[in-house]
């Protein structure tokens, strides 16, 4: 009798955690994200969205190519806080709680690597999905009704964020991350939540990408912060990283929406590459085969000039492309250069544009690439600002 009973309590509470870690209705106007279901990355989930294959291939000039392996930290002191930009193929207009290869695939891309240098979190969140987006390049129209406002969306981040302060934090530093769609709610966390509270002085730094800070003429504060200013230096706390990338060759058309001012005051653009000002050659992790989201099109020049097999997942081109930031009109944006080389054995073309059925779409410039083509560098500032922190807490 007592074997039955305890096999009994064993099998209530495997069920019970099975019921736990399923997704829950996408309905209820608040999810409980002590779930782990409700989360691709989290130092505890067995079925971490951000521990994946990494290794890069490095090409050089000459077409020589080395493996440079992918090396987690072992015990990172900060964390970082991911929120993924549009990636959901759901057929309304607001995507569930239940990720699949699209969400995976982004977190490989744009989030898994940080986990060099801190503890990585990402929660899922019930986003405004590419079938909604795409109706205004005439896409069909998403099946449903549209969510009220205030449904999904900030409110699941900030629930997120909340779950994580109180749960997982500990008094650790902090850094938040998005792009696109992830980067305006990433934007907004920080005004409503960090600006001005008491858990600014917790926050390292918000790499805010693809999506536009506005602050005002000539300033570094102000604007959409009231006290966090724009990175200017690789060891600078409390600040923020935000830029939207053109092709020299494309700038900004009339039509963009990003890198765009309003109200007066231009959009931020800080050079990851050089936070100074300058111009600056970044560290960039390109996917071997592939873009964001899949909106790249179907066509990609190939790496090197005679064509070589290339295992990793990433490849890693020194010297190829230079950043500066740029303004012309209503726009201030970083502005990427191809440095060219027809006597070099590796390519000197580079995709990125969103490819619709009419060709590339210029109004949204290299938004496909804003991550990749300076993660190192991002890295690089991340681990520097980390020592810092340590310095003073």
């Not at 521990?51 to 964390?79: N, Q, R, Y």
């Not at 009231?226 to 939207?244: F, H, M, W």
């Not at 410039?365 to 980390?386: E, T, W």
Request: net charge neutral; with cysteine; glycine share 10%.
């Amino acid at each position: 009798m007592f074997r039955i009973l305890i096999a009994g309590v064993a099998l209530t509470l495997a069920l019970s955690t099975s019921v736990q870690a399923q997704a829950p209705d996408p309905t209820i106007a608040h999810a409980d994200y002590a779930n782990p279901a409700l989360w691709l990355c989290r130092p505890d989930l067995k079925d971490d969205k951000c521990k994946v294959d990494l290794d890069a291939t490095v090409i050089a000039l000459s077409g020589k190519t080395t493996l440079e392996k992918f090396v987690p930290a072992k015990d990172p002191k900060i964390d970082c806080f991911f929120v993924y930009p549009t990636v959901s193929l759901d057929p309304g207009w607001q995507s569930d709680f239940i990720a699949d290869h699209m969400e995976w695939d982004d977190i490989k891309l744009q989030f898994a690597r940080f986990a060099s240098v801190c503890r990585t979190f990402a929660p899922i969140y019930r986003q405004t999905t590419l079938t909604a987006l795409r109706v205004a390049s005439g896409g069909a129209p998403p099946a449903g009704e549209r969510p009220a406002a205030g449904f999904g969306g900030y409110a699941d981040v900030l629930d997120a964020w909340n779950y994580y302060l109180q749960h997982e934090n500990h008094g650790r530093g902090v850094v938040l991350i998005g792009h696109s769609q992830g980067a305006g709610l990433i934007a907004r966390l920080a005004a409503n939540e960090i600006d001005g509270k008491s858990i600014q002085k917790q926050f390292i730094s918000a790499l805010v990408l693809g999506s536009p800070v506005l602050v005002p003429a000539g300033k570094d504060v102000g604007g959409a912060f009231k006290t966090i200013p724009l990175c200017r230096a690789e060891d600078q706390l409390g600040c923020v990283i935000n830029y939207s990338t053109f092709r020299d060759t494309n700038p900004p058309p009339a039509n963009s929406r990003f890198g765009r001012g309003r109200d007066g005051m231009p959009a931020a653009c800080t050079n990851p590459a050089d936070l100074k000002g300058g111009r600056g050659q970044p560290e960039a992790y390109f996917l071997t085969r592939g873009f964001l989201n899949g909106s790249g099109g179907t066509t990609q020049p190939a790496w090197t000039k005679t064509p070589v097999e290339i295992k990793t997942p990433f490849v890693k081109v020194p010297g190829l492309i230079t950043t500066e930031c740029k303004s012309s009109g209503d726009f201030t944006y970083l502005s990427m250069h191809v440095n060219a080389d027809p006597k070099g054995m590796r390519t000197h073309e580079l995709a990125g544009e969103i490819v619709r059925p009419s060709g590339p779409d210029w109004s949204w410039g290299l938004h496909l690439i804003d991550v990749d083509h300076s993660m190192g560098d991002l890295l690089r500032i991340v681990s520097k600002q980390a020592a810092a922190y340590a310095k003073t807490h």
